[in-house]
């Protein structure tokens, strides 16, 4: 959906490097997600935000850490990247958690 | 957490057949079942949901059946093209009102 977005699309980046992966949306909606997808285990979710002072942990959010800098905004970081954080991550929005997140196209990280 | 099992985890069927896949959950408090599309090097789109108060909606060609009592719900593809080929996830919002996905199914459409 052209209406979120996500930087860079694809990052190769060594072992213990920290990272920064960046989602802006135009939707106007409130909430965004962090998602990990890996072939073979769906996708998973890493943190949410229902609005700009509300972080929560997802299933999945060791070795990873969340940004709201503003409704639009919503950054992923891995402050020590390691060799299984290589996989696709997807940002999603929400009007609210009554409806549908509309997705990302995704940004496919590589740890060397 | 809620699990959401999906089968098949692949498909492969002829063009002008139908497919159907199959989701199976444990929380009788989800309340609402999107299934998504996912082309590859794309992000996963919206193709059809349902909510917990009906037992099946169609668009076109997609339509989804939900079976609350059996705790299941499945996508059937009517007529399916060589463009229905994808990755398709059952999803379903859970009782803490986050969604969770099943595998994927990698469906193959044969021309």
């Known amino acids: 959906d052209a209406d979120v977005t996500q930087t860079p699309r694809n990052r190769i980046t060594k072992t213990g490097k920290r990272i920064m992966l960046e989602c802006s949306q135009t939707k106007g909606h409130d909430r965004m997600y962090w998602y990990r997808q890996d072939p073979g285990l769906g996708l998973r979710l890493i943190y949410y935000s229902f609005d700009v002072k509300d972080i929560n942990k997802g299933e999945i959010s060791d070795g990873y850490s969340v940004s709201r800098q503003a409704q639009a905004k919503f950054s992923l970081s891995l402050e020590s990247a390691i060799p299984n954080q290589t996989a696709l991550y997807f940002c999603?929005?929400?009007?609210?958690?009554?409806?549908?997140?509309?997705f990302g196209p995704g940004t496919r990280l590589l740890v060397l | 957490g809620e699990n959401v099992e999906q089968h098949p985890s692949t498909l492969s069927v002829q063009e002008g057949d139908s497919a159907v896949i199959k989701c199976t959950y444990s929380?009788?408090?989800?309340?609402?079942f999107p299934w998504y599309k996912q082309e590859l090097g794309k992000g996963p789109q919206l193709i059809i949901d349902i909510r917990s108060n009906v037992g099946e909606k169609k668009d076109q060609r997609i339509a989804v059946t939900l079976n609350k009592t059996a705790k299941h719900f499945s996508l059937h593809i009517t007529e399916t093209q060589p463009e229905d080929s994808a990755v398709y996830f059952c999803?379903?919002?859970?009782?803490?009102?986050?969604?969770?996905f099943g595998k994927g199914t990698l469906l193959t459409v044969n021309p």
């Open positions: 999803a379903l919002r859970s009782s803490n009102y986050k969604l969770t």
């Open positions: 999603a929005t929400s009007v609210s958690v009554q409806e549908t997140q509309y």
């Open positions: 929380d009788s408090a989800s309340n609402y």
